[in-house]
């Protein structure tokens, strides 16, 4: 498994290296921007879910390596709006300053603008992919990061900030605010191989909700009982933002059964896969078991 | 030519309110931010200019509609962006309150964002269109917008304010910042329609690299000569800014020899579409002639 996520990342850091516009081109500072914050580190959870899941289905290929790099954009876009002052206002990102802390407000509205539209670039350059299957890839991107998915649920955070807010509130919250993007991340990666079938779709669609749900529920236990230097970023800065988590709602203790519970359903909507699913399974493990 | 303008905009006006996300749906803020951006009036060129290039080709029909549509949610986009405080800080647009002023910081954000993947959402919309040429519009909206467009050139821009900037950095500004966008506009309508052919998509090309141009320097001569009422936004802003314009590097006399010379381009480029490209004729000698 440790080799699959190093295989992984490298192939997704050296596609991004390859295509990012470089610092020597015009628009310099921005370009800076862009690296700075795409190579800050990060998990790599949504380049890892598109590889697993097109092992589950196929064989990874360049154009999983393209799909995982327009991933990985896509939420980087979103990490660096995130941050800013008009937003949540973080200065930590990844273990560095964030993008406006380390450049300034306006490149880094600026970056995350450029790394959405690159995003979509990225696949518009897939090759030898029926051009139908490749207009569905970008629908998939576009559902998890738009108004149908990230974007609103950003929104919706801002407006419950220092509210009260009930259990269905929440979970319709990070479906769309997290949820949607690693539900995109598993159906283009199977999708992309050009090999998978209804079925196959129908399993991984189960999948994805539930290790979804269970990663942000993963995030806010980390918020309450990790350290800020295992997370990179500023720990406990949900509870000071007067955000209603899941640990808030729901207790850590119940917040702990349900990421349980969610991992055995992963588990359980991964039966018709076999064992070319095994890697979705080590990285649901992964997501429930991490501290960082 | 005053039908065709008021049709246009009837049928992309029409084409938002019906796919804009309603201010009941969750998310109730940033869906009244999208909508009230969208609908401060504007002048709709990139809609004008992919609806007369449709009809220089053959009939625009309702995909042509979705992909004007698709070039106004991108526009916008922009403008709500530029006008945020750590970029051009304007508070005026359109005549009315810029969307940060009228909402706020974090939600205009997001509305520029959203109204970003709106923009590519539409043109996963389309209907009875090859697959491949789908595509091809979906690059060209996203050169015109991205990193080889719109985004870089604002970047630059913000970097030039201040300086003194020499001619050619300034044409290169606003061939990425706006020209860009205006070419894929008028290249987007022509293959919308499929009925495009190689010829006629270069001779498009020279009229939307000319238009472009003249478009931008028309604008820097309002700066100078027309008043805020009549142009929406602050007359003088860019003066004021510090930003290197057509004007103050070439004097108005010598930016209006500029706009006549290109606008003879236009005229002289679509000569082999005949009298299909009349639209784009009219739409050229409004650009250069408006006062707003």
């Not at 290790?211 to 236990?221: L, N, R, T």
Request: proline share 3%; charged share 25%; hydrophobic share 40%.
């Amino acid at each position: 498994m440790e080799t699959f996520i190093v295989e992984c990342h490298d192939q997704v850091n050296d596609q991004l290296e390859k295509i990012l516009p470089s610092e020597k081109e015009p628009g310099e500072r921005l370009n800076a921007a862009i690296r700075y914050s795409v190579f800050s580190g990060g998990k790599r959870i949504r380049p890892l879910l598109c590889f697993g899941s097109a092992c589950a289905v196929g064989e990874p290929d360049e154009n999983t390596t393209k799909i995982a790099a327009a991933l990985e954009m896509m939420h980087t876009y979103s990490l660096i709006h995130d941050d800013l002052p008009a937003m949540d206002d973080d200065d930590l990102r990844r273990g560095k300053r964030a993008c406006h802390r380390e450049f300034d407000e306006g490149t880094a509205i600026l970056a995350g603008d450029a790394l959405q539209s690159l995003a979509i670039k990225q696949l518009t350059e897939l090759s030898d992919i029926d051009p139908s299957i490749n207009l569905e890839l970008i629908r998939l991107l576009v559902r998890g990061s738009g108004t149908q998915g990230m974007v609103t649920g950003q929104a919706i955070d801002m407006a419950s900030t220092g509210a009260q807010v009930d259990l269905p509130t929440l979970v319709e919250m990070h479906r769309l605010k997290t949820a949607a993007m690693i539900q995109s991340s598993v159906l283009m990666g199977a999708l992309g191989t050009g090999n998978a079938t209804e079925d196959q779709l129908d399993a991984l669609k189960s999948y994805s909700t539930a290790i979804g749900v269970a990663f942000q529920i993963q995030d806010d236990i980390l918020d309450v009982e990790s350290t800020t230097q295992d997370m990179g970023k500023n720990q406990g800065a949900d509870t000071r933002a007067e955000k209603s988590t899941f640990t808030s709602v729901l207790g850590v203790d119940s917040a702990k059964e349900n990421v349980k519970e969610l991992y055995d359903d992963c588990i359980n909507s991964l039966e018709p896969l076999g064992e070319s699913a095994d890697k979705l399974r080590h990285i649901a493990n992964f997501i429930v078991t991490r501290n960082f």
